[in-house]
Structures are given as C-alpha cells and as structure tokens.
C-alpha cells in the first residue's frame, strides 16, 4: 500500500511539473518578436530632423517626418533617442538620404532587434517665415512661364499671418508663383478672396489652388477679392466651391483654365473681361455662365 501511494504521489507531482513546463514555454519560451515592443519592449522613443519631430508608430514599427517643402531630402542628419540600454543603426546623427524610406534596427542589450521604417515627406509651409525662407532660396519663379510652386498651410485670416502676408511676401520675392491654399484654414467665413483694394503680390500668381474649404468666391467689384488684381492668373482650382459671386473673377485677364467641380451658382458677369478663358469645368453649374 505504501509503494502504491508513493508511485501515485510521483505520477501527480509528474503531471504539475508537466503542465506548468508548458505553460511557460508557451508565455515565453519561444525566441520571437512579440509584434508590437519587440526586444523586450525596445523602442523609438523619439525621431526629430532639426525642430521637425517624428510621428512614431510602435506597433508598426515606422516613424513619419514632415518637413517644410522645398527641403533637400538627401544629407539629413536625425537625432534619434531609443529605449535605456538600446542601440540604433544606423547611429543618431549619421547623415542619411531619405528620398525614400530608410530602414533603421534598434537592438536591446539582451533579446532581438528590431526593424523600424522612416519616412520623410515634404509639408506645406506653415509659417510667413517659413515662405520668405523658401522664395529666397528657390531658383527659378523670374518669369511667369516658369513659377515656383509654392504650397502653404496656414490660417488665412491671422492677423500677422495670413494671407494679406502671404500675398506681401510674394511681392517682395519677385517671383512667379503656383500657389497651392488647399490646406489652409479659413475661419467661419468660407468665402474666398483677398480684402480690401490694394494690389501686392497676386499679379505674381499664375495658377491658384484654393482652401478645401472655400466654398465660395466672393463677389468682386473695383478691385476687391479677384477684379482686376489677379492679371497674371492663368488657372485656378477649387474642389468645394459652390457659389461664385457676380463679378467673381472678372478683369482676370490671362485666366484660361477653371476647375471648380462643385459649382452650381454663378453670379452676373463672374467672367467679364476673362478673354483668355478656354477651358471652362463647372459639371455641375446651370443657367447661363457667361452672361
């Protein structure tokens, strides 16, 4: 009887070491990135090229860059902080080309390294600083037939930058410019055009995109918002305007090419004096255009 209760006390103790052997190795005995801070919870904890700083995306591994338009990609130099203990290559501060993704391994003091991908893209520019900056390095922009493209991002209603700055800076540049408003904020009034009556840099501007925002174009009248200032525009582009003013564009000489896919209302005479007009996109307008 007692040999029996011995061999049946080892069989159980046998079965628990049995069960929990398993279960440890399935917790963790398996040599394997865990998918989200693999390496023992390495990771990158900061990304910055100059003051621009990274997105960083753990649980893809990737890290994301946005720095102002008209930055080289090539030759860039980031600073990278990792995880206590952690090594990164290549090394903080190595110089790098980033015309397209560059991979990255962070390897922890013990366990696996892993793999991160940075990417850099190139933003609107998002500060009159950030616009002069750009326009006085810039090449080309001397002729109307060779612009520069000028993409920005900012509130168009600020007092000290928007887009009565943006419109001086341009003046002061000298430069033929595409300029691209798309991303820009517009405050609560989401009808387009430039205030007052003076005239600065919108004579530079041969192609115009304007905010996703706008809604409408205001009307013009004496060289107010378009009339008669905007006489080197040759096209402009507004994917959500709906209304455009009477005399919108009118005295826009050199205006050839109009894409606004969404607009219904044209007021009276938004095309007088438009000569050059020849592409005309308005699907969605109805009753007269250019009356």
């Known amino acids: 009887m007692k040999h029996k209760n011995y061999w049946i006390r080892m069989f159980v103790c046998a079965m628990f070491a049995l069960f929990f052997a398993c279960n440890e190795s399935e917790a963790g005995g398996e040599d394997v990135d865990d998918g989200g801070n693999g390496g023992g919870g390495t990771v990158i904890t900061g990304f910055s090229i100059d003051s621009d700083q990274g997105v960083i995306n753990n649980s893809a591994k990737t890290v994301v860059v946005d720095i102002p338009f008209g930055s080289a990609l090539t030759g860039l130099s980031p600073v990278i902080k990792v995880s206590a203990g952690a090594s990164v290559e290549p090394a903080s501060g190595e110089e790098k ?11 922890p003091s013990a366990g696996l390294p892993t793999i991160w991908t940075v990417t850099v893209k190139l ?19 001397s002729i109307a037939a060779a612009p520069v ?54 004579h530079k501007i041969v192609s115009l995109v304007l905010p996703d925002e706008a ?12 009339t008669g200032r905007f006489t080197g525009l040759k096209s402009l582009s507004g994917a959500n305007v709906i209304t455009i003013g009477a005399f919108g564009f009118s005295g826009c000489v050199s205006l050839a090419s109009l894409d606004l896919p969404k607009a219904t209302s044209i007021g009276e005479k938004a095309f007088y004096g438009c000569t050059a007009l020849v592409t005309l996109d308005l699907p969605e307008a109805t009753g007269p255009i250019l009356s």
């Open 123 to 141: 933003r609107p520019l998002q500060t009159i600083a950030e616009v002069d900056t750009y326009l006085a390095n810039v090449s080309g922009g």
């Open 149 to 202: 493209p000028l993409p920005v991002r900012l509130n168009l209603t600020d007092a000290d930058e928007g887009l009565e700055d943006l419109l001086d800076k341009i003046q002061e540049s000298g430069k033929y410019v595409e300029l691209d408003l798309s991303a820009c904020a517009m405050g609560a009034d989401k009808g387009f055009g430039p205030g007052g009556t003076a005239i600065s840099g919108e």
């Open 215 to 226: 809604d409408s174009v205001k009307a013009g009248a004496d060289n107010s918002h378009f």
């Open 97 to 107: 080309d980033f015309s397209a993704p560059v991979i990255y391994t962070v390897t």
